[in-house]
């Protein structure tokens, strides 16, 4: 009998949020670990502040390069010595949908920063 | 409609950037990574919680000083956009990727992108001939 591989699959969702367009927004756990960890260890297992920036963000910015990305930005979600900055949540959108909704969003990347990127175009409010 | 607001209560992080000089060259890292299109360059190698500070010579947010928030020391480079954007402007950067743990992108897909910015890259160093060494023998 083969060994067993008890490890999760990187295609786990970590983070599953709606968003204010009832768009399905995840983070998968091989993206959470290869990048979020090893390059964000700021976030560590934040996965709760993540889960709100795409609920309850304060901007959504369209990205300033890649025509398939936002940016949702949310103060306060982390905690000292992060929390008077934004944490950025960077989305890339139109990926396939773990609930088969139609619109899907998948994270790239997130970090704590103090403003709102330059040469970003404003989504919402 | 482009935004740029800066909250009023942010730290101002004042970074400080390392003595180039006290660098151990052993520690600094490189690394590339393929889906969030980003060159990171690790001061103390890599790994290090920090935030993410635009730099203010930047007109698209390109790079970002990786700062700690305890001592506003620069740790890092996070260079975003970076072979969408950022190496048409400054194409001598791509020989970075030649020295980064790549993540997510294969070295002959790097090679097909060095040979199309060829031509840039050329430009680049024919600029550089006439602003440096010709003004030598003027």
């Not at chain 1, 304060?58 to 930005?73: C, G, Q, S, W």
């Not at chain 2, 970074?15 to 889906?35: M, N």
């Not at chain 2, 480079?77 to 402007?89: C, G």
């Not at chain 2, 997510?104 to 090679?111: A, F, N, S, T």
Request: proline share 10%.
């Amino acid at each position: 009998m083969p060994p067993t591989d008890d490890r999760p699959s990187p295609r786990t969702v970590v983070v599953s949020a709606v968003d204010r367009w009832g768009r399905d927004m995840v983070a998968y756990l091989g993206r959470w670990e290869s990048h979020v960890e090893q390059r964000h260890p700021e976030l560590d297992e934040h996965f709760d502040v993540v889960d709100l920036a795409l609920r309850d963000p304060e901007v959504i910015t369209l990205d300033a390069v890649h025509p398939n990305r936002e940016n949702f930005y949310r103060r306060g979600a982390l905690p000292p010595p992060y929390d008077r900055l934004y944490l950025k949540v960077c989305m890339a959108m139109g990926g396939r949908s773990p609930r088969g909704l139609p619109t899907t969003g998948e994270v790239v990347t997130a970090y704590p920063t103090p403003r709102v990127g330059r040469g970003e175009a404003q989504k919402w409010p | 409609m482009a935004v740029t607001n800066i909250d009023p209560g942010a730290p101002d992080f004042s970074p400080q950037w390392p003595e180039r000089t006290d660098l151990d060259i052993a520690q600094v890292a490189f690394t590339y990574d393929a889906a969030s299109d980003t060159l990171f360059i690790d001061f103390y190698g890599p790994g290090r919680p920090a935030a993410s500070v635009p730099s203010e010579d930047d007109d698209r947010d390109d790079v970002y000083l990786r700062v700690d928030p305890a001592t506003a020391a620069v740790v890092g480079l996070q260079i975003e956009h970076f072979l969408s954007a950022f190496v048409l402007d400054r194409p001598d950067y791509l020989d970075a990727l030649e020295l980064a743990d790549l993540h997510g992108i294969p070295p002959d897909q790097v090679d097909a992108i060095r040979e199309r910015l060829a031509p840039v890259r050329k430009r680049a160093a024919v600029d550089a001939v006439f602003d440096d060494l010709a003004r030598m023998s003027a």
